[in-house]
């Protein structure tokens, strides 16, 4: 018996996702979330965001960003939720609320950076 | 379908797995705190477009942004969030020569190369981002 299902894609996307915030997130949190709170390093201007922001491909590379690692949270979180706490039974509701929430925190970056 | 059966799990008799069996042993409470730094990749998106928000509403936007980042809940949660993200980075990369098998010349690249590869990425990567938010 063959079963075609999604789960390549939900892979790919985990993985490419994985890649973007283990390349990305850090540093960023790091400096954003971090230093400047804690006053280690003085804010960016707004003005230099607000220049970086402008750049098309800036808004494209954090969408990217963005969105894949929500994918890449969707997908390692539902198995968390399914082995971790043994609630494969649970499944549609779970893919339903971790997919569900990926795509619309993605629109909401996509409303944010693209348009 | 098989009333005895669901998609997931037979009937037969089988003994129950506690639901903390990942606290029995240090590699499978590692796996699971993987597996959770999902969860603060995902925060850190969220704190992320917070700020994107913020920035594209104007400069009084982004100072209430800086203020509400500067309350200590938020950063705890960075603090803690920057850990699991880090753990993330770490066991992804050390990982990548399982996923990426790459032959050149008909030899495969070893998988030292690999992690090293990644490595230098994200060094440069995070340069990138520092100048781009710091660099005059």
């Known amino acids: 018996m063959s079963t075609r299902t999604n789960e390549p894609l939900a892979w790919l996307l985990f993985s490419a996702g994985g890649v973007m915030a283990a390349m990305t997130l850090p540093a960023l949190l790091l400096i954003l979330g971090v230093a400047v709170p804690l006053g280690w390093i003085a804010a960016p201007t707004y003005e230099r965001l607000a220049w970086l922001l402008a750049n098309p491909i800036v808004r494209l590379a954090l969408f990217v960003v963005c969105a894949t690692s929500l994918l890449h949270w969707a997908h390692r979180f539902r198995y968390t939720l399914y082995d971790g706490l043994q609630l494969k039974h649970l499944h549609e509701g779970i893919n339903f609320a971790c997919y569900g929430g990926a795509i619309l925190g993605s629109a909401v970056a996509a409303y944010l950076l693209l348009l | ?136």
Do not use: C
């Open chain 2, 1 to 136: 379908m098989n009333e005895a059966t669901t998609p997931f799990h037979s009937k037969w008799y089988r003994e129950r797995t506690s639901t903390y069996w990942w606290m029995s042993s240090w590699p499978y409470f590692l796996f699971i705190v993987r597996e959770v730094s999902s969860v603060f990749v995902a925060w850190t998106v969220v704190f992320l477009l917070k700020l994107v928000n913020g920035v594209s509403h104007g400069a009084d936007w982004y100072q209430a942004f800086l203020h509400w980042a500067s309350q200590p809940w938020v950063i705890a949660l960075n603090v803690a969030s920057l850990l699991f993200v880090l753990f993330h980075a770490v066991t992804w990369f050390n990982l990548a020569p399982a996923a990426l098998v790459v032959n050149v010349g008909g030899r495969r690249v070893p998988g030292a190369l690999i992690v090293g590869g990644n490595y230098g990425a994200w060094v440069a990567a995070s340069a990138l981002i520092a100048w781009a938010l710091l660099g005059s």
